[in-house]
Antibody
Framework: QLQLQESGPGLVKPSETLSLTCTVS??????????WGWIRQPPGKGLEWIGSIYYSGSTYYNPSLKSRVTISVDTSKNQFSLKLSSVTAADTAVYYC?????????????????WGQGTLVTVSS | EIVLTQSPGTLSLSPGERATLSCRAS???????LAWYQQKPGQAPRLLIYGASSRATGIPDRFSGSGSGTDFTLTISRLEPEDFAVYYCQQYGSSPLLTFGGGTKVEIK
């Protein structure tokens, strides 16, 4: 059974960089059928896609966050990571990592089929 | 940018009743790229429906999805106590590549 687990500091100071890692177990991050993504959810609010990465390192970011986001992958450790710079209180949220299904042309795809449990990151001095 | 608008914001129903949730897109969305999720308090979202109408593994058949173009619907035929939750639709398309709707809360009447 595939499992994803987020890890990283739960408290980050304003203007600093938020760093999280997602460790994938029970499957390979190098599968050609999947992308890997980060999604966040501010307290009491909806879901926002941050960005996604393929095992080859190709990245796709939400334009609203692109200038501050870097997502990277380490296939040797079966992990991918998120860095969000210059954080403010508005970046306080539960951050989820998830697997994004790819597929052949014409097939249903680009949905998140496995999610981590999420980790709350609070931006505060 | 494709915006997904979910309605109603809150749906108050009793167990055993039928729930009909709407997801409307600001531009046409490929049915292959429309998904629905369920989220309970303190939990991660769970995939219910992908490709607009295909149930994910382990999802009961009381959940069904339909629609095309700009209008999509999630139907729960008979609400069970465990179905009271927040539901989100999600699409893949033009920039931003992935967007979620604002969610519909299904609460016990």
């Amino acid at each position: 059974q595939l499992q994803l687990q987020e890890s990283g500091p739960g408290l980050v100071k304003p203007s600093e960089t938020l760093s999280l890692t997602c460790t994938v177990s029970g499957g390979s991050i190098s599968s050609s059928s999947y992308y890997w993504g980060w999604i966040r959810q501010p307290p009491g609010k909806g879901l926002e896609w941050i960005g996604s990465i393929y095992y080859s390192g190709s990245t796709y970011y939400n334009p609203s966050l692109k200038s501050r986001v870097t997502i990277s992958v380490d296939t040797s450790k079966n992990q991918f990571s998120l860095k969000l710079s210059s954080v403010t209180a508005a970046d306080t949220a539960v951050y989820y990592c998830a697997r994004l299904r790819d597929g052949v042309d014409g097939a249903a795809k680009y949905y998140f089929d496995y999610w981590g449990q999420g980790t709350l990151v609070t931006v505060s001095s | 940018e494709i915006v997904l608008t979910q309605s109603p914001g809150t749906l108050s129903l009793s167990p055993g009743e039928r729930a009909t949730l709407s997801c409307r897109a600001s531009q046409s969305v490929s049915s292959s790229y429309l998904a629905w999720y369920q989220q309970k308090p303190g939990q991660a979202p769970r995939l219910l429906i992908y490709g607009a109408s295909s149930r994910a593994t382990g999802i009961p058949d009381r959940f069904s999805g339909s629609g095309s173009g700009t209008d999509f619907t999630l139907t729960i035929s008979r609400l069970e106590p465990e179905d009271f939750a927040v539901y989100y639709c999600q699409q893949y398309g033009s920039s931003p590549l992935l967007t979620f709707g604002g969610g519909t809360k299904v609460e016990i009447k």
